[in-house]
């Protein structure tokens, strides 16, 4: 039996270690403290020079260094910085999990699923061999002067972290986990449907523990032109910390953050055979798309709606139903709460659609308001911040909201965290490309 009364013959699957790196620290603790603070990651870019850019501030991880949690940090010496930071996230909740200690059965069922985003591309060095190579007499590229350059330029290391893949050899190796092994890049969704396909490998009987989650960092040329291009970020430099405004009528984009969230998934049978200690289980997931437009939202909210409703129907929740006292079954939603007009307001009608009348009764919040939108890594790292809700009875809020929207009618948990019964949750996160995900987590019990 489910939590919530519904019969299933698959077996359960419980979280037994988090870890997570961010612009508001590398470790649990460190993190959580600064979201009930209501902290922001936000300042000037420091990677590159962005002065002339349109948008020059960022949620910059700062000041990491993964080899203190690296069992032989030389092995992963030329780790770019996406895998980097899923090294970090996957270290703190391999350990929380108690993995050396009471290890796996079998480490070829020990999987990974990471939704990990492209790395960081050499853009002075690429840029140096176009320019190099360009004939401006032929008005061609000289294509054996641009490969002379770049091999005398570039490195081969560095070329090869760009890949998406990376992130998971890296976490391959660090742990010797020998089974099935995936990465999606899903867009914003990636992370949240990582986990939750995991779930569904771990309930399949392909494995019995899955590393899951992502990483991502598109703080860099490239990436913050090309979402400027699109307009997708907010440009309010006068103050960073203010320029995440999610649900806010006057928000105006998102925030560029980075960083890795990682958790160690496992069926409650094989957790229960090494004696971990669950610390919360995964009763649904949920994923649609949206088959409207490539960076547009289906504009009445249908593929979110979907996907909470599939991720519901799992759980065996009907959203219009209550609990015995009274509570709606879901206690909290961790909005994908991006701060851009579509995405807000969007989503916002798509939990009306879910939750009808009661929707107002269940508290949404965007911790992208304080980290930033870490594109890939925001879904595992946004799940955690349930767990961490569920585990403390505390709701993370959404700062800076101060002028009310009236198509964002719901309760945001506007500027201050709120102490709150927390039993279950829905993670949201929706991707360019229309991709919509949800997983719904609650508390563990027996």
């Known amino acids: 039996m489910t939590p919530h009364g519904k019969r299933t013959d698959q077996e359960r699957v419980v979280v037994t270690g988090m870890g997570w790196v961010t612009p508001l620290g590398h470790d649990i603790e460190t993190v959580w403290s600064a979201l009930m603070r209501g902290a922001s990651g936000m300042a000037p870019i420091t990677r590159f020079d962005a002065r002339t850019f349109p948008t020059s501030f960022a949620a910059e991880v700062k000041n990491f260094d993964v080899r203190p949690l690296l069992k032989d940090p030389k092995v992963h010496a030329s780790a770019g910085i996406n895998s980097q930071f899923a090294l970090g996230a996957a270290s703190q909740a391999w350990r929380q999990a108690g993995l050396d200690e009471r290890p796996a059965r079998n480490a070829r069922r020990v999987g990974i699923y990471l939704g990990a985003g492209e790395g960081v591309i050499d853009?002075?060095?690429?840029?140096?061999?176009?320019l190099g190579a360009w004939d401006a007499a032929t008005g061609r590229t000289?294509?054996?002067?641009?490969?002379?350059?770049?091999?005398?330029?570039?490195?081969?290391?560095?070329?090869?972290?760009?890949?998406?893949?990376?992130?998971?050899?890296?976490?391959?190796?660090?742990?010797?986990?020998r089974g099935p092994s995936y990465n999606c890049l899903t867009a914003c969704a990636a992370s949240t449907q990582a986990i939750g396909e995991a779930v569904s490998i771990l309930r399949g009987g392909e494995a019995d523990v899955m590393i899951a989650g992502g990483a991502h960092t598109m703080i860099h040329v490239l990436?913050?032109?090309?979402?400027?291009?699109?307009?997708?970020?907010?440009?309010?430099?006068?103050?960073?910390?203010?320029?995440?405004?999610?649900?806010?009528l006057t928000r105006g984009?998102?925030?560029?953050?980075?960083?890795?969230?990682?958790?160690?998934?496992?069926?409650?049978?094989?957790?229960?055979?090494?004696?971990?200690t669950p610390v919360a289980e995964i009763i649904g997931f949920g994923s649609s798309a949206d088959s409207y437009r490539i960076t547009d939202i289906e504009p009445e909210g249908r593929g979110a709606a979907a996907a909470m409703l599939q991720a519901l129907g799992q759980a065996g929740i009907d959203p219009l139903s209550r609990r015995p006292d009274g509570r709606p079954w879901v206690d909290y939603i961790s909005a994908h709460g991006t701060g851009t007009k579509e995405n807000d307001s969007i989503e916002s009608l798509a939990v009306k659609r879910v939750f009808g009348e009661m929707a107002k009764e269940v508290?949404?919040?965007?911790?992208?308001?304080?980290?930033?939108?870490?594109?890939?890594?925001?879904?595992?790292?946004?799940?955690?911040?349930?767990?961490?809700?569920?585990?403390r009875g505390m709701l993370?809020?959404?700062?800076?909201?101060?002028?009310?929207?009236?198509?964002?009618?719901?309760?945001?948990?506007?500027?201050t965290p709120r102490k709150a019964k927390v039993d279950t949750c829905l993670s949201n996160s929706f991707g360019f490309g229309g991709q919509n995900d949800t997983v719904c987590v609650t508390r563990f019990t027996e």
Not at 366 to 389: D, N
């Open 253 to 276: 984009g998102f925030v560029m953050g980075e960083g890795a969230g990682v958790v160690i998934l496992e069926t409650l049978s094989h957790a229960r055979s090494r004696g971990a």
């Open 363 to 391: 508290p949404m919040s965007s911790v992208k308001s304080m980290l930033g939108h870490l594109i890939a890594a925001a879904g595992a790292v946004e799940f955690i911040t349930c767990v961490l809700a569920i585990e």
């Open 123 to 130: 853009t002075p060095n690429y840029l140096a061999a176009n």
């Open 396 to 415: 993370p809020p959404t700062i800076n909201y101060s002028t009310p929207d009236p198509e964002c009618d719901l309760d945001y948990v506007p500027n």
């Open 223 to 248: 990436g913050i032109t090309g979402f400027n291009r699109l307009t997708a970020l907010s440009t309010a430099a006068e103050d960073p910390t203010k320029a995440s405004r999610p649900f806010d």
């Open 142 to 177: 000289n294509g054996v002067e641009w490969a002379r350059l770049g091999h005398s330029l570039m490195r081969a290391a560095s070329e090869i972290e760009q890949e998406p893949n990376m992130p998971l050899a890296h976490i391959a190796r660090e742990f010797g986990a």
